[in-house]
Every structure is written in structure tokens, then in C-alpha cells.
């Protein structure tokens, strides 16, 4: 009796050694993956997906869009998924100044611009001056060269945004019932202008009567006789339908610009060195497809519009409407302004 006893009572003691045993080893394993847990978890933290938002006034079509799609990818592979780009073309973000805003107030990150922001930084009106730039080589030197150094500049330093690419911009042409070939064929022609003073003061010193309408109204007005032409590139002269209503494109050629991809300084200064390096590859490379969708995009709206029957005067007098504008745009532009609109042109002679 007293030995079974005794077996009975050494089987429990070793049963409680043994649970004793299984709890150590249970909390050794529960504290290895708790260890194991916070280093993901580091490892997460620091690998953190950051999102940025472009927004945009083009459509899905566009080659601003299609080369910003590229460089979303570009940048994806670049940094292992993390840092994301989200695309809002057609302006569902806002107007142009309406995303600068918002880049400051930080509900967007990313947009395309030019002369729009002359509101914060006026050296960028050159960005759309008018005779300014004579050709798109001309364009190239001065947007890669050291003015544009200066330029990318003083958008960091006034606009808070970092350039990141450039998209070049098809010449804006006059559009017209009759051709145009010199400022004498302009007097008292009713025209289309954007609302900047310094198109309206260039048009006018050519003899002209500009008027700023809002551009989604400019059909009707030709249709109607309320305006007798308009100014644009090619991409918009034909997305407009203006060859329904218009007869000639004036190949005046009167304004050579370019447009910026940018980022905000306080975004794009928040990424690590490594992340930084990779957006700076990433717009590198989409540099050229840019311009190349560029140059493709140009011939194939120009034959659009020809297909269509508009009518590319080529005998325009472009001398003489810059000439006929020049007295205007220096006087329009202020000291800083017209020192860089000179500059920009003894680039291109």
C-alpha cells in the first residue's frame, strides 16, 4: 500500500516538473516571437509606403499624362514599392493653381505648370513670353542650361517645388478665317486670349482686339461670330474642334514654352538619400520619352488638323510681329523679368 502510495505520489511530482518545464519553454518561444515581432515590425515602420498625389489638367491621352505614368512606374521599381505615385489627370484635383495650393496645404503632392506660377515666383512668366524663344532648340539650350538652372532655382526658393522634368509645349499658333501674315492683316482682328496680361498687351500693341474668354466658351464664339480667331498649339486647336469654326492655322509661332513636372520641397526633402536619388533617376529617364511624345504628338495633330481641311499658312511675317510686340512685352515686365526675357533671347540669336 505504502509503495503504491509512494508511485502515485512520484508520478505527480514529475508530472508538475514536467508542466513547469513545457510553461518555461512555452515563454521562451512566446518571448523569441514577441522579439521576432518588433523587428518586423521596425523593418515595417522603416519600409513605410509613402503615396504621393500628381495632379493635372490633361486627359488620359496626353503625353503628360502617359509619360507620368511611366515615371510612377519608374519610380515604383526604384524604390521596391516604396514610394507610390497616384495619377489624377483632367483636373480632378483642381485647377493648376488650385494643386499648388494644395501641395503647400499638403492634400496633393505632385503637378504639372509653367507661367501659372508667376503668382509666386514672376521670372516664370517667361516661361509662356511671347517671342521669347525662336525654336525648340532655342527652347532646349535655355531650359537646360544655365537660366533654367537659375529657374528651377527660384521655383524651389519662392514656389516651395521642386522641378523634377520638363514637358516641352507645341508653339501656340493664331487661328483664323483668313490668313494672317502680318500685324497690318491684325488690326482690329477680335481674338481669344488666356487671361494674361502680357498676351493681351502683346496683342494689342500689334493692333488687335484680344479678349479673355473662358476657353471652354471659345467655340461658341467663333461659331457665332463673336470672336473672329484664337490662339493655341496644335494638341488644342484640334481637341477644341476649332477646325470646324476656323479655316487657318497662322503659323505665328508667337510663344515657345515649356511646362514643369514638380514635387513639393517639404515631400521630396522627407524622403531618405536613397529614395531622393531614385525620383532624380526616375525623371532622368522619362526626360526623353517626353520629348519624344512630344515630337510625335506635333506631327500627328498637325496632319489631324490638315486631314481635316485647316488650311497651315507658313508666309507669317514673324519678325514683324515680334517687333510689333517687343515695345509692349518690356514694358509690361519688371526689372528682374526683363533682364531674363533678354537673356533668354540673345540665347537663341
Sequence with gaps: MKKVLWMSMLTALLFVMSACGGDNSDNEEAAGGEGEGS?????SDSEETITWKLGHLSNEDHSWHQTAERFAELVDEKTDGQLQIEIYPNEELGSETDVIDGISAGTADMTITGESMANW???TAMLGAPYAINSEEHLKTVVEGEIGEELEQTIKDDVGLTPLYYHMRAPRNLTSNEPINTPADAEGFKMRVPNVPLF??????VGA??????FNEVFTGLQQGVIDGQENPVDLIHSAGFY???DYVNVTEHVYGWVYVVVGNEQFNALN?????????????VQGLSQELYEEDTEEYTQMLKDEGMEFNEDVDKEAFSEAMRPAIEESLNEEQLDLYERIVEAGE
Excluded at 39 to 43: D, F, I, L, V
Excluded at 200 to 205: E, I, L, R
Excluded at 273 to 285: F, I
Design 200 to 205: 493681351m498687351d502683346s496683342w494689342n500693341a
Design 209 to 214: 482686339s484680344p479678349q479673355t474668354i473662358a
Design 273 to 285: 538619400e536613397d529614395m531622393q536619388e531614385a525620383v532624380m533617376e526616375a525623371s532622368q529617364e
Design 121 to 123: 515666383a514672376p521670372e
Design 39 to 43: 523587428g518586423n515590425e521596425e523593418a
Design 244 to 246: 470646324e469654326v476656323q
